[in-house]
């Protein structure tokens, strides 16, 4: 998988070259972006087919792929906004996470006593979208309280306040102390060690239920979008392939989709933050905070925003990677999480946009799902054979020259050797290519094109050029 | 964003009145004639005083240079206007307002620019963006007016002004040819011009210079000094730091001449050329 991943970069051919391609059109960052993403499912369904791959197990393995490229894409998104445009080096990532999909959840959960299981803990019964709304706007106020007094300090300062308060924000999770009060009535709590169940309804389903109330009205029906064209048409649709409970495989996908929606939103929103004098001010702060400060620019007021906003998006992130779970634990929200995304956002290039989701991508593809995907492909390819239990099984049988072993073995343990293939690539591409894949930081900072006026042409073209799909 | 009534008709032929268009200087300090006011201005850094008991004016429209040996306090007295040191003592005056101890921007907002000692640009944003940070107050800055799409309509429109204002100041500073390089390749004195240029673009009334001519060859402290003196002529007031004697000599109507903290004198470039205290200040006697 990692021989995939260099030969990508390899195409690419040298930072010079590029940037003078870049310097003329700035949107073959969106094509390279486009290509990367199709030479990606192309790469997965041939792996998946040549070998014979299961058709359930394929479509699930790309539904998948798809979930872990729009969350990957959307954090390192969320995550350029703080570092690659304002130098905010923010590793608590997680916990603003956390924080919004445990506030979802507890906003969104039935109440207590309404047919839940006694050891659990209720919810306050509010429709999901109220408690997205809420989660999202709970992880801003959290980076809010952590921007006051930290945002002050120097860079280094704020990731040691950052880490510490996604910690904090665990052990909160797992205090008994909060896992479970009577508040105004209703019986609520973060769950403790044993989480919290989310048990609001199905987000897919309320979403398209939600977007079927129009067709309700006209066609005097309930849940029409869901019933008669979801379930009825693609579903059933599907079942031609899938005779065999397909639902929970169209659902996955069509999730799927739904988040690589939301991801496009993602990305016109923070390049319209990013191409404009607020992102401008931002990017001015990451060189030299002093000089934006001395230019009569209130850097302190900009960081706080920037931090605020970017948070708010993590927290979101959180609610749509953990929602669909079913249930979530504190010991979910390790820092491990933080740095994933650290990782993708440094493969893609910190400061640029198209570069954080190229990141996110590639690292979803070939760091995260890729190694998990290759060991299923090969184990159903061989016709699951059995691994060795330790390693000395594994190594005895090497001495008398059959590898055999040592391989099924080195594959069985392949999301333990992930965490080291990260470490390598991490390690190869600060030697090699620092600035991540598309970092060249040439996105410009300005809502119009920067080039020379034409004296006073009156401003038409400017408007023109508002699409936001046509300025890159 | 109203008009400047203040131009005094510009001179040497580059027409600057387009240049003007985005000013929001306030009413009040137009008609004032001193507009910087500093006096019993302190600064202790631990048991060290770097500023003591420092008085003077500005005039209006005047050129000032601020000279003194090594660790006379220039530099110190220098951050204490501008915000980026609290004093400890003292009070600054900006067009009659007092600005003692506000924040740097806040010093800035009001139409009191600073320049740094070592140039200091924005060095992965291209010249063209590091002159468009500049302008006060912009649309666009508001998170809000960037993101919603009708807002950013307005936005646009604010930005084609800036941008055709920074184009025009890069014209005037001839560093027009480097607006999309990016400015850490700049030269050290290209990148001088640069950080002049930028303050320039924030409708400063007047401007603090930190030795603007440090490390700057021959012949571009001449075309520097060029525009300095016409961006004077055209109503801008400067206080210059300095350590080239000669230079503010030849430059300035006014010197201040500052040893260990304090005012040692000041005056016109004569006066200040004869002081017996200046002579031994700069020669290392005990005064």
């Known amino acids: ?236 649709f599907v079942a031609n392939f899938i005779p065999n409970n397909p639902k929970p495989v169209v659902d996955n996908f069509a999730y799927s989709a739904v988040l690589l929606l939301i991801l496009g939103g993602f990305y016109v929103v923070i390049r319209r933050m990013g191409n404009s004098p607020f992102g401008r001010v931002l990017k001015a702060i990451r060189e030299d905070e002093d000089v934006t400060n001395a230019l009569g620019k209130n850097t302190n007021m900009f960081k706080i925003k920037s931090f605020v906003v970017g948070c708010a998006l993590m927290g979101l992130v959180g609610i749509l990677w953990f929602g669909t779970q079913g249930s979530v634990t504190p010991n979910t929200f390790r820092p491990r999480i933080t740095f994933y995304i650290w990782i993708a956002l440094i493969i893609g290039g910190a400061g640029s946009n198209s570069g954080s989701v190229m990141g996110g991508a590639v690292f979803a593809a070939f760091l995260f799902q890729g190694p998990r995907y290759f060991k299923n492909v090969i184990e159903t390819a061989l016709g699951n054979p059995e691994a060795p239990s330790s390693f000395g099984q594994a190594m005895l049988p090497v001495s008398n020259g059959d590898v055999v072993p040592f391989l099924l073995y080195t594959l069985d343990s392949i999301r333990q050797l992930q965490l080291f293939m990260m470490g390598v690539v991490l390690i190869v591409l600060m030697h090699r290519r620092p600035d991540g894949m598309l970092g060249h930081r040439k996105e410009p900072a300005s809502s119009i094109p920067l080039t020379r006026p034409i004296k006073r042409s009156g401003g038409g073209d400017t408007v023109a050029t508002d699409g936001g799909e046509t300025d890159e | 964003m109203s008009s400047e009534p203040e131009t005094s008709g510009g001179t040497g032929g580059v027409d600057e009145t387009d240049d003007r268009t985005l000013t929001t200087l306030g009413g009040a300090g137009d008609t004032a004639e001193v507009p910087l006011k500093v006096s019993g201005l302190e600064k202790h850094f631990g048991g060290i005083t770097a500023v003591d008991g420092v008085e003077f004016e500005i005039d209006k429209g005047s050129m000032t240079g601020l000279i003194g040996p090594n660790g006379a306090g220039k530099s110190t007295t220098f951050n204490c206007i501008t915000g980026t040191h609290k004093p400890d003592g003292g009070r600054v005056e900006f067009n009659g ?191």
């Open chain 1, 1 to 236: 998988m990692s021989d995939d991943e260099s030969g990508g970069e390899y195409g690419q051919s040298t930072e010079e070259q590029r940037a003078v391609v870049m310097g003329i059109d700035f949107r073959n960052d969106g094509l390279m972006l486009l290509t990367m993403l199709l030479g990606i499912y192309i790469i997965y369904l041939l792996a998946g087919l040549v070998i014979g791959f299961p058709f359930r197990g394929l479509m699930n393995q790309i539904g998948q792929l798809t979930f872990w490229i729009a969350v990957f894409a959307m954090a390192s998104l969320a995550l350029n906004l703080h570092w690659g445009y304002t130098g905010l080096f923010n590793i608590g990532i997680v916990g603003f996470m956390a924080t919004g999909v445990y506030v979802t959840g507890i906003l969104s959960k039935p109440v207590f006593g309404s047919g839940t299981s006694a050891a659990e803990i209720g919810g306050f019964g509010l429709p999901l979208w109220i408690g997205i709304i809420g989660g999202t706007v709970a992880a801003g106020l959290l980076g809010l309280i952590a921007a006051l007094p930290a945002l002050r300090l120097r860079a280094d300062y704020l990731a040691i306040v950052t880490i510490a308060l996604s910690e904090i924000v665990r052990f909160s999770l797992l205090s008994d102390s909060l896992s479970g009060h009577e508040i105004a009535g209703y019986r609520v709590g973060l769950g403790g060690g044993d989480g919290v169940i989310l048990d609001y309804q199905d987000p897919l389903e309320s979403l398209i239920r939600a977007l079927s109330a129009p067709f309700d009205l006209i066609l005097g029906e309930q849940g029409w979008l869901w019933n008669d064209v979801y379930l009825g048409i693609v579903v059933d």
């Open chain 2, 97 to 287: 307002q007092d600005i003692t101890g506000l924040e740097p921007y806040q010093v800035a907002d009001r139409g009191l620019v600073r320049t740094f000692q070592i140039a200091r640009e924005l060095g992965e944003m291209t010249v063209l963006e590091n002159m468009m940070v500049a302008p006060k107050h912009q649309r666009g800055e508001a998170l809000w007016r960037s993101v919603l799409p009708y807002a950013r309509n307005s936005v646009n429109q604010q930005e084609q002004e800036i941008l055709e204002r920074a184009w025009e100041t890069l014209e005037f500073f001839d560093i027009d040819h480097l607006a999309n390089e990016y400015a850490e390749n700049l030269s050290g004195g290209q990148r001088k011009l640069l950080e002049l240029a930028r303050a320039l673009l924030t409708d400063p009334q007047m401007l603090l210079l930190d030795e603007p001519f440090a490390g700057v060859n021959p012949s571009l402290e001449e075309r520097l000094l060029e525009h300095i003196h016409e961006l004077r002529d055209q109503g801008y007031t400067f206080l210059i730091v300095e350590h080239d004697m000669d230079l503010i000599m030849e430059n300035c109507e006014k010197v201040i001449v500052m040893h260990q903290g304090r005012i040692l004198t000041e005056g016109t470039p004569e006066d200040v050329r004869n002081n017996e205290d200046v002579i031994e200040a700069y020669l290392g006697g005990e005064v």
